[in-house]
């Protein structure tokens, strides 16, 4: 009878244990597919720009996942644009791997629903004063279209470089007719994180942190994620620690793993080995 009181006992250890490692999972995915869509951003604008002569032509861009290759177009300016070039990569985002295709053509009927909801919340964020500027930043709009549902994130990414830059983002959740639903700050503020120097030998060389209020929530967020895939290999940053009342979420960035923990059972750990080292 012991053993089975000990057992339902522990019941919901393992599924407030299970239900973490999910949550980790799902913020990961979406992280994922951000940093997929700013990678092919990044390099794709490098790319596009070193073989497009005529840059007043340029009205904008975008990135998707078209069947898992990362895809960033250009388009004109007009009520109708055209795609002025097409860059897509496999999973390396090699440039030498790349492929440029400058041939003026038609928004794909994906593309147009990608570039109506980006119009939409380029409009948000131009006439609303819920979203903030600062200097040496840009605002980067990613759209993401599912079967479910239409949303934009908004991630706020540095001009300059040695530094990382986590919050200022947002979401934003669309209709089918691409009218504004909802949207969130993710982050209330901008946190500045400069780069240390890579000869640093200290004991948390390599070791990052933040910090997350009630408002922005329990855990990591797919735009930390996305924001450490991004920049922790530049920054040769190790793990990064975002520390919520209850949570404390760790991404190891040379693995891209996340994992979630509830403070209690950190407290136990950490009780757990004084109490070892005492022995």
């Given at each position: 009878?012991?053993?089975?009181?000990?057992?339902?006992c522990?019941?919901?250890?393992?599924?407030?244990?299970?239900n973490?490692?999910?949550?980790?999972?799902?913020?990961?995915a979406?992280?994922?597919?951000l940093?997929?869509?700013?990678?092919?951003?990044?390099?794709?604008?490098?790319?596009?720009?070193?073989?497009?002569?005529?840059?007043?032509?340029?009205?904008?861009?975008?990135?998707?996942?078209?069947?898992?290759?990362?895809?960033?177009?250009?388009?004109?300016?007009?009520?109708?644009?055209?795609?002025?070039?097409?860059?897509?990569?496999d999973?390396?985002?090699?440039?030498?791997?790349?492929?440029?295709?400058?041939?003026?053509?038609?928004?794909?009927?994906?593309?147009?629903?990608?570039?109506?909801?980006?119009?939409?919340?380029?409009?948000?964020?131009?006439?609303?004063?819920?979203?903030?500027?600062?200097?040496?930043?840009?605002?980067?709009?990613i759209?993401?279209?599912?079967?479910?549902?239409?949303?934009?994130?908004?991630?706020?990414?540095?001009?300059q470089?040695?530094?990382?830059?986590?919050g200022?983002?947002?979401?934003?959740?669309?209709?089918?007719?691409?009218?504004?639903?909802?949207?969130?700050?993710?982050?209330?503020?901008?946190?500045?994180i400069?780069?240390?120097?890579?000869?640093?030998?200290?004991?948390?060389?390599?070791?990052?942190?933040?910090?997350?209020s009630?408002?922005?929530?329990?855990?990591?967020?797919?735009?930390?994620?996305?924001?450490?895939?991004?920049?922790?290999?530049?920054a040769g940053w190790?793990?990064?620690?975002?520390?919520?009342?209850?949570?404390?979420?760790?991404?190891?960035?040379?693995?891209?793993?996340?994992?979630?923990?509830?403070?209690?059972?950190?407290?136990?750990?950490?009780?757990?080995?004084?109490?070892?080292?005492?022995?």
């Amino acid at each position: 009878m012991k053993k089975i009181m000990l057992f339902l006992c522990f019941i919901p250890f393992v599924l407030k244990a299970q239900n973490l490692e999910q949550k980790a999972a799902e913020i990961m995915a979406e992280g994922k597919l951000l940093y997929q869509t700013e990678m092919a951003s990044w390099y794709g604008t490098d790319l596009f720009l070193m073989q497009f002569g005529d840059r007043e032509k340029i009205a904008g861009y975008f990135s998707y996942l078209d069947k898992e290759v990362p895809t960033c177009v250009f388009f004109s300016y007009g009520e109708i644009p055209d795609v002025l070039g097409t860059i897509t990569f496999d999973s390396t985002y090699n440039l030498d791997k790349a492929n440029a295709d400058l041939t003026l053509r038609n928004f794909t009927p994906l593309e147009n629903d990608l570039f109506k909801l980006r119009k939409a919340a380029l409009d948000e964020v131009t006439n609303d004063t819920f979203f903030k500027t600062y200097s040496n930043t840009n605002l980067n709009l990613i759209p993401l279209i599912t079967s479910k549902e239409k949303k934009v994130y908004i991630l706020t990414g540095p001009t300059q470089s040695g530094v990382v830059l986590l919050g200022n983002d947002y979401l934003l959740e669309f209709d089918d007719d691409y009218t504004l639903k909802s949207k969130k700050a993710l982050h209330k503020n901008l946190i500045p994180i400069e780069y240390r120097k890579k000869d640093d030998a200290s004991e948390n060389a390599g070791i990052t942190v933040h910090n997350h209020s009630e408002e922005t929530g329990d855990f990591i967020t797919a735009t930390d994620v996305c924001t450490l895939m991004l920049y922790a290999k530049f920054a040769g940053w190790q793990m990064h620690y975002t520390v919520s009342a209850d949570y404390l979420s760790t991404f190891n960035c040379r693995t891209n793993q996340p994992f979630i923990i509830t403070m209690d059972a950190l407290e136990k750990i950490q009780k757990d080995q004084k109490k070892r080292k005492k022995r």
